[in-house]
């Protein structure tokens, strides 16, 4: 693709996004998020020939929140396998909020995707029986190109103290034995990878990561194995925008994750990684104005799954 | 009422009681309750005469389980009064079961009533804040005339290693502000109420004192202020039966509260206490053998509330 | 009771009810109901001995709506006994509200109780089989001991266009095969007797009936069994008013049933019948100013169930 | 691709599928379609260079169900404008079952997909407004390819006879204005629509026209506007599986459709269309042999959304 052509669309994309960035409100549940500036917006985007391209706030910190549970279901693809993965997690959407209890009680004995906090959190609990956070950490620098991803302990411990939905989640996970003890530790490795710090550029990179199938994109190491990838994409494109995935999926066409810190984790298979910060959310915790220019980005471009 | 008749009629309701056991299944989700003997049936019975009726197996100790929920709503009512206790907790019956999660989370701020699991959790942390546990034990063997009543530890530890659900439902309560901090202590305090050993007797003489408008039947003294035992009456005959609150007050009609130790406690209003003692539990969770026998006595004694 | 008491306490409640109806609105969703009068009151009330009492619009005529669901019930169970009504319908509060479709498709086959539009569409759909409307309004006007008691045709021209959500429930109840055929007819039935036009005083004579057992005050006729009477006394008490039905029994403590045209029936067992008129209704379709009036009265003249 | 690849490719599949037959069972809630055998199984592919491959009973006539959604979701499209269309109806899969009411009438004001009863009973409401059934009819023969598609009579009878749920959805959408009166004419074109007869070779035509993005084909006329078809496509991704849309996406990777006559409608994106027949259902109303067969073709041939 034209660079021009990338860096024009990028540009207008931006100015799409900063146009949305009203609608939307700052995380204010977790007392340390509502401090994010709310005019914030970084786009940065590379493609598989590692020509970056970057407009606004791309070196900003953020926290990766909900974006972490990408990461943490590759790791656990990778060391359980899928079976016993989806045996304590299912792959439905939901049409529920992201830490809604009442479909995990009501109709089934599994958390529904594990893209909402129930699914990731029964995730973390299968992950400390094998790893431990420092290991995480080492990962997801890796799967993000990012050697100076750390743990935001203001954030860290402002989400502990406010934690009594997914204290509450992760009891009736037990109470199901889909969590297996360890509740308060898997609470703390759960809040934990959502409180790491990332950027935009971080999130291009994993995002291009996992366009390339689970390469390093710059080493061309495998880091994932394809099969992996390949449900994690899938998964990321039903049910990664919350109750809002099947309408990003129709408008967009992007495999995308977004957290309540702001971020969007997007990618264009085969092609592209695209990280997006802007703490601005709508209603459903997704940053506005990178739906905005994300949507604009995927039409100019032609880059939506089922374009033609 | 003639002694003979009434000794006549529990007679009788006993049999019957006896015949239903074989419907019922002892509660085994506890393994120390899973320890009781089936075919054990007690009925006391005390008129406000104070001339007491006793069948069975009256004297055998078991846990008082949820009936504590009676005694528990009488003492917060008495410690911050109608409004206070009802801001955070409902007085309608809920149509769930006893442990349901979804109802408060989907269509309420606030307990469906003190009968419940959660409404008795948001009493529990009321009550901490102002009594310890030793003081609760004193009022309820005041209330149940019965100075032996105390901890039953094995099952108090058994309940405490099995409370995922309960600690799940404490959690989202406290995430609504509607238990407000100390939720292990409140998560103990409900399960030591919970673990209180008691007898037919007991209960019966429980079920005197309320009939009588919170009077000590054999001194006089005032235990329980007027307004709070109409309350609490009127709870137990809308609630008190969980699921199947509504057909036991159209079957039986007297205000009467389970619990899944087998335990059912019955108000005949201005009259007499009745306490019942089956582990052999229905589906939702009541004494089958004590509902039978109960619906017998009602019906015998023309004990309805709405007997014409 | 002293007459000079009551009447002091008549005339006191309809001030309090009166100060009531501005937190209340008359009900919109029907256009002929959006007609009545908001700032209208009627309290009739009828002594055992026959002595009436009355202040306000004890003669206005208005449509009985969901009150006819007690007289439905009434026949029903004369017709065709205990068992085979609560085959069809149960008697549990379901603390949703009188319109949820919710609670019947997810949880139950059949309806929660006989007061909510579900379980009254049942019920009619029994009754058709049988009885023809006109048998129907003869009933009611011996019930209410008012020969002047008809069809008003324009509330039941609206209603019935209008009837989406009711035909809907119906349609429902009839593949679950609660509702065996005849659908339209059933709805129209339904809609018909929630169209008579009575007034404050016809069911003031309603409420004595009940409160007699079944005894036509005026002339000792039993019109309906003992047995019938209690099972409707009940489930008016834990379901006549809704989601709100638990409160009200609570500070209340009167077995009543509303309807959204305003009216309201109380029955003081053994003693009085109360009939009340007031179309401000509060969210849940309650009249306003009739439950704080019942609640003075009830209180003033120690009604409640478990006054002490 | 290579041919003779693809065929071994298909007959594998083909056995695979034949194997699990037996986990399935044919829809019995419709008396005709109890008739269907359960023993058939056609799987038909077809490329865009127009080469056909078939293998089992590609020719037999089963009627579409289900999957007339998607016609009916493209016409709508193409007469109204996306606009208009999703204002009537969500894009979000909606983690419940095809008939579902609960979701419908507890968290939102329209049904979540046109891929659910519930949404299409929408779509087909808005459709009779402009054409009539035989438009319809011409339509799908055209985008089938097929001229013999017609009316199964007998199948139509049958669910007309047995709609009643269907029909309280209709009634609950009138009830909120999604519906705009015409209910029972809705219910009717509804009815029809499913009760079309067709072939795996008319959904394997189908199918190549959605991944040639609206084109004939065999003639390159211009049948539907690519905007309308990369719509449709992804909604078959999301929900076009029913509660398995999301596991189906994650180990099929095509955009595909079921309908409980037995049929699948299957998507390659710019390559292939595949249509199956197998009357043998999962407990959620999608072919089992389908199911199992498209796993096998989509892994073999490398088709996933996300394959590397």
Redesign the interface.
Known sequence: MDMQRINNVLDNSYNIGKAAIPEGEVASYIPELAKANKSDLGIALITRKLVPFSVGDCETRFTVQSISKVVSLCVALEEYGFSRVFCNV???????AFN????L???SNKP??PMINSGAIAIENMLLKRLGFDELVTITRKLCNDKDISLNNDVYLSEMSTA??N??????L??KEIVKGD?EATIELYTKMCSLNVTAKSLANLGLTLA??GLNPYTGERLLK?ET???V???M???GMY?????F??EV?L?TKSGVGGGLLSVV??EMGIGIYGPSLDEKGNCVAGKAALKNISSELGL?????
Chains 1, 2, 3, 4 share one sequence.
């Open positions: 299912g792959m439905e959407p939901s049409g529920e809604s209890i009442v479909e009680d009501l109709q529904f995707n009594s939905r204290r509450a989640i992760a009891y009736l037990d109470s509740v390339l199938g394809p990838v390949k449900v994409k899938t998964i494109l039903t049910c109750d809002g995935s099947g309408q999926a129709v066409g495999p298979d085969k939506h799954l089922f374009y033609s």
